[in-house]
């Protein structure tokens, strides 16, 4: 019987120096593992895409985490000068890892416009055509003079052309009506000299120029590593009050009543 119990001890005391060597190790494993981590940046909670990320966002929105660097994804956020003026190109969600390529410059042409936007202002599409438009010159980051006669088709044609030209009876121009066809052509012409004096002319000075065509051709000139290089349409930053403006003036006169100028490069607006 004392054999049993003997027999019993040594195998109790076997196992056990096995558990205790066992556990040792793991131990070991675990804490060598543990000492084998980086300090990541993860979103404390879900961020929408098209956030726009600031300075005092970084330690409101995001927290550091410590990652076993088995499991760190590559090109991961580590520091949060990486965030600062970035935005989001797609939905972070807590606790993940972000991806440098997941976050975009805000000034890039893939960010979406109204990130760009200044609270107070918006962005406003005219058609820039022809000699309209200065024959397709102007380009993003430019300055335009905008400006507008304010006067209906109707009142320049009745100012210009006056009183019609009274024809012979044999409906052909008499040696007189012929003169005074002259003289006409030459008053018409000083009546045109004379528009802005008889109509005000509105001007909203170096407009920016922030987009040229449309959204469609740029997304797919940039899918080709193209640039636009004709363009129907150009889009200003203007502050919200111009715009309502405008577009009293576009209702009255009509959408083709402007003309644009063209800038030195790097001129600023005063217009509020």
């Known amino acids: 019987m004392k054999k049993v119990y003997l027999v019993a001890v040594v195998v109790a005391l076997i196992a056990g120096i096995c558990t205790w060597l066992f556990a040792n190790q793991l131990f ?10 980086t300090k990541v940046l993860v979103p404390v909670e879900t961020i929408q895409k098209n ?3 600031t300075a005092a966002d970084v330690p409101v929105k995001f927290k550091e985490i410590k990652v076993f660097n088995n499991d760190l994804i590559e090109n991961v956020i580590l520091d949060g000068n990486d965030l600062i003026g970035k935005v989001t190109g797609e939905t972070l969600y807590a606790n993940e890892q972000i991806n440098k390529n997941r976050m975009i410059d805000k000034d890039s042409d893939v960010a979406t416009l109204s990130v760009n936007l200044e609270k107070g202002f918006v962005a406003y599409t005219i058609v820039a055509e022809g000699d309209q438009g200065v024959d397709g010159y102007i380009q993003e980051g430019d300055s335009v003079d905008l400006s507008f006669l304010l006067a209906t088709k109707d009142e320049i044609e009745k100012f210009v052309n006056g009183d019609e030209d009274e024809e012979g009876e044999d409906g052909s121009d008499s ?9 006409d052509a030459k008053d018409k012409k000083d009546r045109l ?9 509105e001007t909203f000075s170096a407009l920016e120029v922030i987009k040229v065509s449309d959204n469609l051709s740029v997304s797919t000139a940039e899918g080709n590593d193209e640039k636009v290089t004709t363009y129907k349409n150009i889009t200003l930053k203007i502050s919200e009050g111009m715009a309502d403006k405008i577009l009293q003036i576009e209702k009255v006169f009509g959408k083709e009543s402007y003309k644009l100028k063209l800038r030195p490069r790097g001129t600023v607006s005063d217009n509020k």
């Open 28 to 37: 070991k494993t675990v804490s060598a593992k543990s000492a084998d981590t």
């Open 51 to 53: 956030t726009v990320i």
């Open 175 to 183: 040696d007189t009506n012929k003169s005074d066809k002259k003289k």
């Open 193 to 201: 000299d004379e528009l802005e004096e008889n109509f005000p002319v």
